[in-house]
């Protein structure tokens, strides 16, 4: 399994980005997909994930109208769009997969595959 994460990059606050999380060897849509950050020296932090059926989309507080995940099932790629980014959404992001029950979404640890993560920076 192979999970490719791109579309970081280096953005003004207030800017755009959209991740991209590309798989191989899997398909997305059997699967949980949820986004990971990580920023120096803090902990991972859960971003947001889609379901498996129906494509439901969960997000933390933090994101909560800002970010929005969606899912082309024909390109096997879930997308995570960042709007009105800001400084504290500096982070390598990654995607990971795993067969995950909704309680656990927004545990890392419950994920089984990753992808190698994209930095976003934020300038203020």
């Known amino acids: 399994v192979q999970l490719q994460a791109s579309g970081g990059g280096l953005v003004q606050a207030g800017g755009s980005l959209r991740l991209s999380c590309a798989a191989s060897?899997?398909?997305?849509?059997?699967?949980?997909t949820g986004w990971f950050r990580q920023a120096p020296g803090k902990e991972r932090e859960y971003v947001a994930a889609?379901?498996?059926?129906?494509?439901?989309?969960y997000y933390a507080d933090s994101v909560k109208g800002r970010f929005t995940v969606s899912r082309d099932n024909a390109k096997n790629t879930v997308y995570l769009q960042m709007n009105s980014l800001k400084p504290e959404d500096t982070a390598v992001y990654s995607c990971a997969i795993g067969r995950v029950i909704l309680s656990a979404y927004r545990d890392y640890e419950a994920y089984t595959y990753w992808g190698q993560g994209t930095q976003v920076t934020v300038s203020s």
């Open positions: 060897g899997r398909t997305l849509s059997d699967y949980v």
């Open positions: 889609t379901s498996r059926i129906g494509g439901r989309t």
